[in-house]
Antibody, heavy 122, light 109 residues
Framework: QVQLQESGPGLVKPSETLSLTCTVSGGSVSIGTYYWSWIRQPPGKGLEWIGYIYYSGSTNYSPSLKSRVTISVDTSKNQFSLKLSSVTTADTAVYYCARVYYGSGSYLIDYWGQGTLVTVSS | DIQMTQSPSSLSASVGDRVTITCRAS??????LNWYQQKPGKAPKLLIY???SLQSGVPSRFSGSGSVTDFTLTINSLQPEDFATYYCQQSYSTPPELTFGGGTKVEIK
């Protein structure tokens, strides 16, 4: 059973960089069938896709966040990470890491982490 | 960018009711449409993928249909555990962008 676990600071100051890591267990980030993604959800609001990375290191980011986002992968640790720069209070959200699978004609998210709340505040 | 619009944003229904949620894409997305269920404080759960395929373990009262730009999630005979928020998600573009709809909250009448 694949499990994903987010880790990182729960409080970040405005203008600083938010950094989170997702540790994958029960599966490998190096398997080519999957992409590894970050998704966020502001309190009381809907889901927003941030971006994803392939094991090779290729990435794709949401156009609205592209200028501030970096996603990287560490295959030796079976982890992938998110950096979001120049944060504001609008970046306060629950951040989820997730596995994206391409199969049966769709890119679908089949496994999610439990989510971690990151608050941007001075 | 492809935009996804869900309607209604919320609805009230009773146990046993049939519920229909719609999702409209701003341009064609073929059948690249998935549905998720989210309960408070929990991560979303995949229900339907590729418009109409039921994810393993999901009850058969859930079904999906549609094509091109208009899609529907139907819940037949609503159960107490189905009260939740539902999201559609597209992945049509190349490379794919995983755009979500705004969500539909299903509440108890």
């Amino acid at each position: 059973q694949v499990q994903l676990q987010e880790s990182g600071p729960g409080l970040v100051k405005p203008s600083e960089t938010l950094s989170l890591t997702c540790t994958v267990s029960g599966g490998s980030v190096s398997i080519g069938t999957y992409y590894w993604s970050w998704i966020r959800q502001p309190p009381g609001k809907g889901l927003e896709w941030i971006g994803y990375i392939y094991y090779s290191g290729s990435t794709n980011y949401s156009p609205s966040l592209k200028s501030r986002v970096t996603i990287s992968v560490d295959t030796s640790k079976n982890q992938f990470s998110l950096k979001l720069s120049s944060v504001t209070t609008a970046d306060t959200a629950v951040y989820y890491c997730a596995r994206v699978y391409y199969g049966s004609g769709s890119y679908l998210i089949d496994y999610w982490g439990q989510g971690t709340l990151v608050t941007v505040s001075s | 960018d492809i935009q996804m619009t869900q309607s209604p944003s919320s609805l009230s229904a009773s146990v046993g009711d049939r519920v229909t949620i719609t999702c409209r894409a701003s341009q064609t997305i073929s059948s690249y449409l998935n549905w998720y269920q989210q309960k408070p404080g929990k991560a979303p759960k995949l229900l339907i993928y590729a418009t109409s395929s039921l994810q393993s373990g999901v009850p058969s009262r859930f079904s999906g249909s549609g094509s091109v730009t208009d899609f529907t999630l139907t819940i037949n005979s609503l159960q107490p555990e189905d009260f939740a928020t539902y999201y559609c998600q597209q992945s049509y573009s190349t490379p794919p962008e995983l755009t979500f709809g705004g969500g539909t909250k299903v509440e108890i009448k």
